[in-house]
């Protein structure tokens, strides 16, 4: 297996001169999507990481169960300004859209980091793309991740369409059931098991698929 991702929190390989049109789009103007609020969760607002995500980046990351899916771990303000600054390449380069995701607090709290969702390997003319997601301790159990994706499946096909993308697919470890549902509940049908690939990923994975037309 040569492709398998923990949520998100990986680092962007930049293909300069790929998706120049699609790059053009996006950088032109913020990208910034809004959610509803649910019974449970306030409204959810979607954008592009900055600098200033920097300290919540690093407390959210000291979560246990977070840090045993992540591809690579923020202990400090120096690794977190470096992985803030490599998702901005990605948008830069037009193959990782990478969106922290923010919780709207009411009255003077204002916004809270509560996740972040990715859409990765995104290339012209091909017709699958990835999508990664984790959720910070304090906001699990409230829908946050399924929220987050479903907004960004509908933002990846609506922007991609045109450059040839037909589906968007999960992959996880079979001993993440929180990724499992969370992949169900955004209707990413479940296609086939992966073979593990040691010493990286150690266990078989699951391969979720949502197509355009669901």
């Not at 948008?91 to 919780?103: I, P």
């Not at 946050?144 to 096909?157: G, Q, S, Y």
């Not at 993308?165 to 169900?184: D, G, K, T, Y």
């Not at 010493?199 to 391969?207: A, C, I, Q, T, Y």
Request: aromatic content about 6%; overall charge positive; hydrophobic content about 40%.
């Amino acid at each position: 297996m040569t492709r398998r991702s923990q949520g998100g929190m990986g680092q962007t390989q930049s293909a300069p001169g790929e998706n120049a049109a699609a790059c053009h789009r996006l950088t032109s103007a913020p990208v910034e999507l809004q959610v509803a609020a649910s019974p449970v969760s306030p409204p959810l607002l979607l954008r592009p990481w900055r600098m200033r995500d920097v300290a919540a980046l690093v407390e959210v990351s000291q979560d246990p169960a977070l840090r045993r899916w992540a591809s690579s771990v923020v202990d400090t303000d120096a690794e977190g300004a470096r992985w803030v600054q490599a998702q901005q390449r990605g948008w830069a380069a037009g193959n990782r859209f990478c969106f922290a995701v923010l919780e709207i607090q009411p009255g003077s709290a204002g916004e809270q980091l509560v996740g972040n969702v990715v859409l990765k390997e995104v290339t012209s003319g091909k017709p699958a793309a990835e999508v990664g997601y984790w959720t910070a301790a304090h906001a699990r159990g409230r829908g946050v991740a399924p929220r987050a994706l479903e907004a960004l499946t509908n933002w990846a096909f609506d922007t991609f369409a045109a450059d040839g993308l037909e589906r968007l697919e999960i992959l996880h470890q079979v001993n993440n059931p929180a990724s499992c549902r969370v992949a169900q509940k955004s209707r990413y049908d479940f296609d086939t098991i992966l073979p593990a690939a040691p010493p990286s990923f150690p266990r078989d994975g699951h391969l979720h698929i949502r197509r355009k037309s669901a």
